[in-house]
């Protein structure tokens, strides 16, 4: 069966400096294959924004669970998915070049985010951020809105304002005890911050560290000078906006960076939803799938973009039988796109699987190649960096 190679990277290219996405897909992600990683981004002075597990907890490395040189999230197989398999894969976000300034957010005494500072604008993003308090004490509305709480500090500390955010990703327990909760306490949020122009989303179930049942991750960006940057909402002629049946997140958000001729597609968490909000095909798991992928290739072609185009995706599944099904479609229609497996249940019990990507108008691709030293009988394999130009669809520079 054809599938996407074990490690791809793509990378966005700014004026100043470029935006690396990571995608692992490899069996035996130890702490000897990190290091060969993590040694490959530090020598190249490539640093890392955000580092996430996916997959399986019950196999992930033990330096991972108190890694504190960098945001480190897990996002963990539920157990109430129908029999997941024994996987795992990481997604890196990580930043290389000319930045006037980049940092690490601490906040109770762990990293949890970065800031940098461009030629153009200021970006700040938070990965799995949770309450810091007993999750036995606590419920989860107590644990949800002091994340809020957190997260207003945070955005105040470093000069940035709610409404600066774009991009949220929830991560809750249970979602099929929580998620009405969960949305309204964001509900209450977005109206006492006065945001009205709702961030692209993903809230979904997944298996967390430590007993905690919620976290959170955003991105927010602040424009240094006038049109700079623009955020645009893209609607769906396919699906009708989620705020208009409850949730407020929107479909899609398109990020325009004018100075680098750059754009990002940030499409929110994605299911079999109607233009009326219903659940739809609810029995028919290869007509489910292929119903989400046009609703997401409908907000890629509308800004100019196909499935060529994705640096990253995290894709849901309900069971693995639904995976092989969504595998032999993704062969079927000879696509190459990076993704991220995970097995979780989805907001509703009708939906078995979900879909969210970032995609950009023009990215390198940059392959990570073995090459192999033989002294004696020993071998000795490490890592390289090989720049083989730009993605597919993207158009020469």
């Known amino acids: 069966m054809r599938h996407y190679p074990e490690i791809e990277i793509r990378a966005i290219p700014f004026r100043t400096f470029k935006e690396y ?21 530090k020598k190249r002075k490539i640093k890392i924004s955000k ?16 890694a504190n040189d960098y945001p480190t999230l897990a996002i963990g197989n ?3 998915s129908d029999n997941p398999p024994e996987n795992a894969s990481i997604y890196i976000n990580a930043l290389g070049g000319d930045l006037k300034r980049f940092m690490y957010i601490k906040t109770d005494k762990k990293v949890l985010g970065t800031y940098f500072d461009c ?45 600066n955010i774009f991009r949220f990703w ?8 929580n998620y009405a909760s ?19 989303a993903t809230g979904i179930e997944a298996g967390l560290l430590n007993g905690k049942r919620i976290n959170v991750s955003l991105e927010a960006i602040k424009p240094k000078r006038e049109k700079a940057v623009e955020i645009k909402i893209v609607k769906s002629q396919r699906q009708c906006e989620a705020w208009e049946y409850g949730p407020k997140f929107s479909r899609a958000v398109l990020v325009t960076f004018a100075k680098d001729n750059i754009k990002k597609l940030y499409v929110s968490g994605t299911s079999s939803v109607n233009w009326r909000g219903e659940s739809i095909l609810k029995n028919k798991c290869g007509e489910n799938i292929v119903y989400v992928m046009t609703c997401i290739e409908h907000l890629l072609n509308k800004n100019g973009m196909s499935f060529d185009n994705l640096v990253m995706s995290h894709i849901y599944f309900k069971s693995s039988a639904i995976y092989d099904k969504f595998r032999r479609i993704y062969t079927a229609n000879a696509w190459d796109f990076p993704y991220n497996p995970v097995f979780v249940n989805i907001c509703r019990d009708n939906f078995f699987f979900e879909m969210e990507c970032i995609a950009a108008n023009k990215f390198d691709t940059i392959k990570i190649v073995p090459r192999v030293r033989t002294r004696g009988t ?9 720049d083989s130009g730009n993605g597919p669809s993207c158009p020469a520079r």
């Open 21 to 41: 996405h990571l995608t692992i897909n490899k069996s035996g992600v130890d702490k000897a294959f990190l290091t060969r990683i993590f040694a490959g981004l």
């Open 51 to 66: 580092f996430a597990y996916l997959g399986n907890l019950k196999i992930l490395p033990k330096e991972l669970k108190s």
């Open 78 to 80: 539920s157990p109430r």
């Open 119 to 163: 030629q153009n604008f200021e970006h700040l993003s938070l990965s799995g951020l949770c309450d810091a308090g007993s999750a036995i004490k606590s419920s989860f509305k107590d644990e949800a809105k002091n994340i809020y709480k957190k997260i207003d500090a945070v955005l105040s500390q470093n000069n940035f304002f709610p409404n």
């Open 170 to 177: 929830n991560y809750l327990t249970d979602v099929s005890e």
């Open 182 to 200: 969960f949305n309204k306490i964001r509900d209450d949020y977005y109206i006492k911050r006065k945001i009205i122009r709702f961030p692209a």
């Open 378 to 386: 020993m071998s000795n394999t490490r890592l390289l960096f090989t």
